[in-house]
């Protein structure tokens, strides 16, 4: 439920158009995929749509991305990858030109128009003995065209946020997080002008007043400067939040206020709480 209220609120917000909220009291398939002359031979791992609906993304156990028209059900194109771990999460770029997939820590992006691998970022993981409760694996937070990524380390404390151009393989600075959490969560603009960063703690069921993450952090997105910051409330614990693509607004979900807000990024000023039905 939480998930689905948030998904839709982020679709009112992000979204050109409000069609889902008519789908929503009476959805109906766009279109059917695997017709009988054209089955997949290989088990779905993951699936993703372009924001302009034109193509979607499949991945499956036999090494392969693969990408599909679906007005036509046609096969664009298929890409082939490593062979490592299962692709559980491939993703379209926000702009759409790009693919990045995440797979044993590695983050590789692929041209979606020639299906060319165009960069990869392995960094070590820092060793589990630095603190936090989960073992220690990286999350990937790509800019809207992929070429650059915040990179965090969930499972370890105090852990810098560093920020990677993935095409030139350098890293342009970090963020060192205002708040003591082990999962951090970034968000770019659509300009690559403003990175947010919220967090939370991990590993206690019962936490302290301090690990009760309040804020979202802005910062510049090319000195990566502390800019300001919106405090959703006592105790608020946000363990979600999404910057829309021009940056002028902020979702997020508080999980200890069990609330959905909506912010004025300008003035940092709340324009909408929602506290869901049980």
């Not at 800019?227 to 902020?250: M, N, Y």
Request: aromatic share 8%.
């Amino acid at each position: 439920m939480r998930s689905r209220l948030f998904t839709l609120l982020g679709w009112l917000i992000l979204s050109p158009t409000s069609d889902l909220v008519a789908q929503e009291k009476n959805p109906q398939p766009l279109v059917i995929l695997g017709t009988p002359d054209q089955r997949w031979k290989a088990e779905m791992y993951s699936v993703a749509i372009s924001r302009d609906g034109a193509m979607l993304l499949f991945a499956n156990s036999q090494e392969e991305l693969t990408l599909v028209n679906p007005k036509t059900n046609e096969v664009i194109r298929k890409i082939a990858i490593e062979k490592a771990s299962p692709i559980y999460r491939p993703r379209f770029t926000p702009d759409g030109s790009g693919i990045y997939l995440i797979q044993d820590n590695k983050y590789t992006l692929y041209d979606v128009k020639t299906g060319k691998k165009m960069a990869q970022l392995a960094l070590p993981v820092p060793s589990r003995a630095a603190g936090g409760g989960l073992g220690p694996r990286l999350r990937y937070f790509p800019s809207h065209d992929g070429q650059k990524v915040a990179v965090s380390v969930e499972g370890v404390l105090h852990a810098p946020i560093r920020i990677w151009d993935v095409i030139a393989d350098k890293s342009l600075g970090e963020i060192k997080p205002k708040q003591n959490q082990d999962n951090h969560i970034c968000c770019w603009s659509a300009d690559g002008s403003i990175l947010t960063v919220s967090g939370y703690r991990h590993d206690k069921k019962d936490p302290k007043e301090e690990d009760l993450n309040e804020y979202v952090d802005f910062y510049d997105g090319k000195s990566f400067a502390h800019t300001g910051r919106i405090h959703a409330g006592e105790r608020a614990w946000v363990i979600q939040h999404e910057l829309s693509p021009d940056g002028k607004f902020l979702a997020l979900y508080c999980e200890g206020l069990v609330t959905y807000q909506l912010y004025d990024v300008t003035n940092k000023k709340r324009l909408i709480e929602i506290k869901p039905e049980k």
